[in-house]
């Protein structure tokens, strides 16, 4: 059974696409909007894109911006583990085993996209 | 004849102890030496837990329930002041979730109407690896002792506020949260008084710094400190809680030992700054003074 009966590249795009949303409203709750806004502005495009037939390259595009959230969220939690000085406790409250299983799912999610993306469309 | 000398000598010496010291502050030193104590992990909490520090979210939370408890058992109706809000910048924003925290208050009520409330406050939260005995369980220990004296009173003609502020640490979070929200309740506050770091005096002067004083607290300060024989430096800028009223056009005062005069805690920040480095005689003076300032603030 191939892989894309089961997984299409819309169901792909929204799971990883959820907890950029999620985490807009959470903002959007304490009266930030700046997070939705930004998830808007990357999503409205991708929507776009698979709407006309070209999801390859939504994916592509979607992939490499996973794969480069994972890494900055990787980069900045392992120096903040290191560097104590002048980091915020909030902050550091977070890196949290929790914190780090959803950095690799971005990373991996993002890898996964980028390679298979030919064969889920 | 002889022994009327010698009780006369008594009785002299023993008010000589005494003098300066009101009947409240006599009875609040060991009250805030056993907060100290607790908040710095010199002695245990009742639950048996040892507070090493008051820096990640569940030692924050022990501390705030012990304050909540410590408030309640000198008969205040303590209450939380949770809050929820952004990190520093955007991208901080897209990585992390939002900063939550919570301050611990009780309102003294007036005891004639009134609808003026004058808040004082101290920090709670240590930076990380901190006991924070000195930064900031003095300040702490002295707005609870302050509060009890207040309770006390039979006659207030203001509200007063006492709260406990989170995250001084992290860029006056609490206190910022809890001026934003004190400013949208429209609450007319008459003033804001902070304390930060109230446990050092090498030098033994007794002497404390009041941090970009209100002109009318600037004065109402330095005429008890001068009646109290507290010597008194006035510094300007905002260091701590303040900053966060100040910003918002409160009229406020930051009360601290000699920080800008070079009498301070060099333990600041540091796994040192622990309970044996707190002056408590320095720390029952400056309680005497803003109880004064307080007290006056009540009868007036």
């Given amino acids: 059974m191939k892989i894309q009966s089961y997984i299409t590249p819309k169901h792909l795009v929204l799971l990883s696409f959820t907890p950029i949303f999620v985490k807009g409203f959470e903002y959007l709750l304490i009266g930030n909007t700046h997070p939705l806004l930004v998830a808007t502005i990357i999503g409205l495009p991708l929507a776009v894109l698979i709407w006309f037939k070209q999801s390859i390259w939504a994916l592509k595009i979607w992939s490499v911006l996973l794969i480069g959230y994972g890494t900055i969220r990787l980069l900045l939690s392992t120096t903040l583990l290191f560097v104590n000085k002048g980091v915020e406790a909030a902050i550091q409250d977070q890196l949290t085993p929790s914190y780090f299983i959803w950095t690799i799912s971005f990373l991996a999610l993002g890898i996964f996209l980028y390679r298979r993306r030919r064969q889920l469309v | ?300």
């Fill in chain 2, 1 to 300: 004849m002889k022994n009327l000398v010698v009780l006369l000598l008594f009785v002299l010496v023993g008010s000589q102890v005494t003098l300066g010291q009101t009947p409240g502050t006599r009875h609040t030193g060991s009250m805030q030496k056993e907060l100290v104590a607790k908040l710095t992990g010199h002695l245990p909490l009742e639950s048996g837990f040892v507070l090493t520090q008051r820096s990640k979210s569940f030692e924050r939370a022990i501390a705030a329930q012990y304050l909540e408890e410590s408030l309640k058992s000198i008969g205040l109706q303590a209450r939380k002041h949770q809050y929820t809000v952004s990190n520093i910048n955007l991208i901080v924003d897209m990585m992390f979730h939002p900063i939550e925290g919570t301050n611990i208050y009780a309102i003294i009520p007036a005891t004639n109407a009134s609808d003026e409330y004058v808040v004082f406050g101290a920090h709670y939260d240590s930076e990380p690896g901190s006991p924070g005995a000195i930064d900031n369980a003095s300040g702490v220990a002295l707005c609870y002792a302050v509060a009890k004296q207040l309770a006390e009173l039979q006659v207030r003609n203001r509200n007063f506020v006492v709260v406990f502020f989170d995250q001084e640490e992290d860029d006056e979070i609490g206190s910022r949260a809890f001026a934003q929200w004190a400013k949208e309740e429209g609450r007319n506050v008459h003033s804001v008084h902070t304390t930060d770091l109230v446990g050092w005096d090498n030098n033994g002067n007794r002497a404390v710094e009041l941090q970009s004083p209100a002109a009318m607290l600037e004065s109402t300060y330095k005429a008890i400190a001068e009646r109290l024989g507290i010597p008194i430096h006035i510094t300007t800028g905002a260091s701590s809680d303040n900053k966060s009223f100040l910003e918002m056009g409160f009229d406020t005062i930051a009360i601290s030992e000699e920080w800008f005069n070079g009498d301070h805690t060099p333990h600041i920040h540091k796994p040192t700054d622990v309970y044996s480095t707190v002056n408590f005689e320095y720390l029952s003076s400056t309680t005497e003074l803003v109880y004064e300032v307080m007290k006056q603030l009540a009868e007036n």
